[in-house]
C-alpha cells in the first residue's frame, strides 16, 4: 500500500482547523496592515530560485526538488544531465514563496518606478529536501507578507510590529517570542565583510569541518550557522557585520531600532544572524521559543537587490514568512490548544417512514446557512443519537410520524436532552437562536 512521503504531513480534522484559523488570523492582522492576499505557482522555473535566493545556497544546492514531466524524463535520461533542456523545462518545487512572488510582481507590473509600495501576503505549502525530524520537514506550509517598493527602515519596523502581533494573536504570549534582529549590509559594504569572513575561515581552515573549508568560497557567511562545536566555537572570533557597516547600512539599521523601540517590541542584536538566503541586504530578522526547542518559527529581512536580481528594474523589498507545523508543536510546547473547536452542527434524525421529511428538511436547514448532518444507513433513532454526539451536534431534529402528523419537528438539546416542539416553518430560526445563545 502507497505510504506518505516521509517529511510530509496531511491536514487533517483538528490539524486542518488549525491552519485554517492561522490564515483567518492572517487575513485579519495583514489587512489591518493594507496587504492584500496572493497565490503564485507552487511550479516555477529553477531559474526564478537559483537567480533570487542563490546558487550557492543549500536550498537551491541541495534541497530543491526538481521536476520533470514523464515526457522528458527518457531524454533526460538519455543524455544524462539537463543540458538539452530548455529554461522552460527546468522545473522545480518551490521551496519558499519570496522569489516566486518578486518573479510575478515583475510580470505583472506589480511596482511601477514611483508608485506606491506593493503589500501582499501569501500562504501555501514549500517543499525542501531536507532530514526529516521534529520541525523539520520536506513539505510544510509558510504564511508570508512582502513589500515592494520603498526602502524606508520605518517598513521594516511596522513588518516586525506586524509579525509579533500575528503571533500573540496565535496565541504566543509576547514574553515567549525571542526576536533577533541583525543588519547584513549593501552592495556597498557586504563585499569587505564577506572577503574579511572568508579570510577569517582560511585562517583557521585547520580547525574546521570541510564543509566550512567549502563555504569560504562558496558562502563564506554561512559558518556562522555551523553545527560543527569546533567551527562555532572558532566562529566566535569571526569579524562582525556590524562593525563594517556602511553610514547608510548602520543609520538605517539604527533607525529601524529605534522605531522597534519606540513601539516597545523587545529584541535581542545578533550580529552573527545571517539566515540561509542570498538575496537578504540590511535588516534580518528571526524569532523563535526557545522552551519549545523546534527552532525559528519564522523569519525573513529585506531583500533590495532581489528584483534587479530576477530581472526587474531596481526596485527595494522586504518581507516574511512563518511556519505553521513548527508554530503549531510550539504552541502546543507552551501548553496551548490552537485547534479551534468544530463548528457547531445540527443533526436531523427519522423514523424509518419519515425519511422523505428528513431528506427535505436537511435541504431547508443548509439552505439557510445551518451546518447540518443526516444518517444515511437506516439506524435506529437511538443510533442516530449516538452518531450526532459523536459528530459533536449540539442539537437534533426528530422527525417521527406524531411530528409529521403536526406538520413539526421535535428539537433535542443534546446536551440537556431537554425537548420543544416546534414548527416545521420556525424550524431554521429557532435553531438558529439556540445555537447563538
Ligand atoms: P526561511 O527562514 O527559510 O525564510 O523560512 C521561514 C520559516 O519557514 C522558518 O522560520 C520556519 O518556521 C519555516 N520552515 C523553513 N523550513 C522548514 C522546514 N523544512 N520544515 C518546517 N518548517 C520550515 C523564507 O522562506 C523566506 N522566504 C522568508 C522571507 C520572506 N524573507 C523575505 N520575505
Redesign the pocket.
Given at each position: 500500500m502507497p505510504q506518505k512521503v516521509q517529511g510530509t504531513e496531511d491536514l487533517i480534522g483538528s490539524y486542518m482547523r488549525e491552519w485554517e484559523r492561522m490564515l483567518a488570523i492572517a487575513r485579519e492582522v495583514f489587512g489591518t496592515y493594507g496587504f492584500d492576499a496572493v497565490e503564485t505557482p507552487a511550479l516555477e522555473q529553477v531559474d526564478t530560485f537559483v537567480h533570487g535566493i542563490g546558487e550557492s545556497t543549500d536550498v537551491v544546492r541541495k534541497e530543491m526538488f526538481r521536476v520533470v514531466s514523464g515526457a522528458l524524463l527518457g531524454d533526460l535520461l538519455a543524455v544524462g544531465n539537463e543540458s538539452g533542456l530548455k529554461a522552460r523545462q527546468r522545473l522545480a518545487l518551490r521551496p519558499?514563496?519570496?522569489a516566486g512572488f518578486v518573479r510575478a510582481a515583475i510580470e505583472n507590473n506589480l511596482v511601477p518606478q514611483g508608485a506606491a509600495p506593493v503589500k501582499a501576503w501569501y500562504a501555501g505549502p514549500?517543499f525542501?529536501g531536507?532530514r526529516p525530524q521534529k520541525?523539520?520537514?520536506?513539505q510544510?506550509h509558510?504564511v508570508?507578507a512582502?513589500v515592494l517598493g520603498a526602502s524606508d527602515p520605518a517598513l521594516d519596523a511596522e513588518l516586525i510590529i506586524m509579525l509579533i502581533e500575528f503571533f500573540v494573536k496565535l496565541g504566543f504570549p509576547a514574553e515567549s517570542l525571542k526576536l533577533r534582529i541583525n543588519s547584513m549590509g549593501d552592495a556597498i559594504c557586504r563585499p569587505a565583510y564577506r572577503a574579511s569572513v572568508r579570510a577569517f575561515i582560511l585562517a583557521h581552515a585547520d580547525g574546521m569541518c570541510d564543509d566550512c573549508r567549502e563555504r569560504a568560497e562558496l558562502n563564506p557567511l554561512r559558518a556562522f550557522d555551523c553545527k560543527n562545536p569546533a567551527c562555532s566555537e572558532i566562529m566566535q572570533g569571526a569579524p562582525l557585520v556590524t562593525d563594517q557597516l556602511c553610514p547608510a547600512c548602520a543609520a538605517h539599521y539604527a533607525q529601524v531600532k529605534a522605531y522597534l523601540d519606540e513601539a516597545g517590541i523587545a529584541y535581542e542584536e545578533d550580529p552573527t544572524l545571517v539566515?540561509?538566503?542570498d538575496y537578504y541586504t540590511r535588516t534580518v530578522f528571526?524569532v523563535d521559543v526557545e522552551e519549545a526547542g523546534v527552532?525559528?518559527?519564522?523569519?525573513?529581512?529585506r531583500?533590495d537587490g532581489l528584483v534587479e536580481l530576477e530581472g526587474g528594474k531596481p526596485t527595494p523589498g522586504?518581507?516574511?514568512?512563518?511556519?505553521f507545523?513548527?508554530i503549531s508543536l510550539a504552541l502546543r510546547a507552551l501548553g496551548s490548544s490552537p485547534a479551534p473547536e468544530p463548528e457547531p452542527c445540527v443533526f436531523v434524525a427519522c423514523t424509518p417512514d419519515q425519511r422523505q421529511a428528513a431528506f427535505s428538511a436537511t435541504h431547508a436547514l443548509r439552505a439557510a446557512g445551518i451546518r447540518t448532518e443526516a444518517d444515511y444507513q437506516g439506524r435506529s433513532l437511538k443510533s442516530q443519537f449516538k452518531l450526532a454526539d459523536k459528530l459533536g451536534a449540539r442539537l437534533c431534529v426528530v422527525l417521527g410520524p406524531d411530528e409529521a402528523a403536526a406538520g413539526s419537528a421535535t428539537l433535542r438539546d443534546m446536551e440537556t436532552h431537554e425537548q420543544v416542539l416546534v414548527s416545521l416553518a420556525e424550524l431554521a430560526e429557532a435553531i438558529k437562536a439556540r445555537l447563538e445563545a
Open positions: 519558499e514563496g519570496t514549500m525542501r531536507e520541525g523539520r520537514l520536506r510544510f509558510q508570508g512582502e539566515r540561509g538566503l528571526e527552532g525559528a518559527i519564522g523569519g525573513g529581512g531583500y522586504i518581507g516574511f514568512a512563518v511556519g507545523e513548527r
